[in-house]
């Protein structure tokens, strides 16, 4: 499985936008990058997912660089409630690669939201 | 609301006893689930893919007669610990594929606690 690799932890103040970046310099042309993110005692939620251009959703953007071998995560306006971590995950071929569906889970980040 | 539900969300247990936990698709068919344990402020690490109506396939080093995997139907996969002991104390989590979407949700994981 290819890698990722994620800061340990990170903070941001309230309200504030959130880039928790991601880098995956082993990346195949089919992986696919997932975010996931994990709040205290519950499974893991999902967040975004892209290929190769740049996804909005109403929880989050992904950028992803022009070589495929870096992208970050971006919460526009951080709350108390996305304190959580996340993870930053390649899965070969998407969601629709029904051979690949299973996830290798690195440390992620912690993320701490001050008030 | 959750989309893959899993039951217990807490269980206490005496050492030697065995313990299930179900992992149910509330409103897809599941082809595939997977079981994940996560130690306190450790990442998510693969124990098996359960696949209906065949034998588990579990990871290096988790041992299936201690970890019993069954997929009966599109809709339900149990894990039982059997003869737990206080090491196998850990978070539990599920995840399904949306057979037709190919889309992935996690349970909101189980937490079996050993005496």
């Known amino acids: 499985d290819a890698k990722t690799t994620q800061p340990n932890s990170m903070e941001s103040n309230e309200e504030e936008p959130v880039h928790l970046p991601c880098n995956h310099s082993?990346?195949?042309?089919?992986?696919?990058i997932h975010w996931y993110r994990q709040l205290p005692s519950q499974g893991p939620e999902y967040v975004i997912h892209?290929?190769?251009s740049n996804v909005n959703n109403r929880m989050a953007s992904l950028a992803i660089a022009e070589d495929r071998k870096s992208s970050t995560l971006i919460l526009h306006r951080a709350t108390l409630r996305d304190a959580a971590v996340y993870y930053c995950i390649l899965r070969e071929g998407g969601w629709f690669n029904f051979g690949n569906e299973k996830l290798t889970f690195g440390t992620g980040t912690r993320l701490t939201i001050i008030p | 609301g959750a989309v893959v539900s899993q039951h217990p969300s807490r269980v206490i247990c005496k050492s030697g006893t065995s313990v299930k936990i179900e992992c149910r698709s509330l409103?897809?068919?599941?082809?595939?689930m997977f079981w994940y344990r996560q130690f306190p402020k450790k990442s998510l690490m693969l124990m098996a893919t359960s696949n209906e109506g065949s034998k588990a396939t579990y990871e290096q080093g988790v041992e299936k007669d201690k970890f019993l995997i069954n997929h009966a139907s599109l809709t339900l996969s149990t894990l039982t610990v059997t003869s737990a002991h206080p090491e196998d104390s850990s978070f539990y989590i599920c995840s399904a594929i949306d057979g037709n979407t190919g889309e992935l949700f996690f349970g909101e994981g189980s937490r079996l606690t050993v005496l």
């Open positions: 409103d897809f068919q599941a082809t595939t």
């Open positions: 082993t990346i195949s042309g089919t992986d696919y």
């Open positions: 892209g290929l190769t």
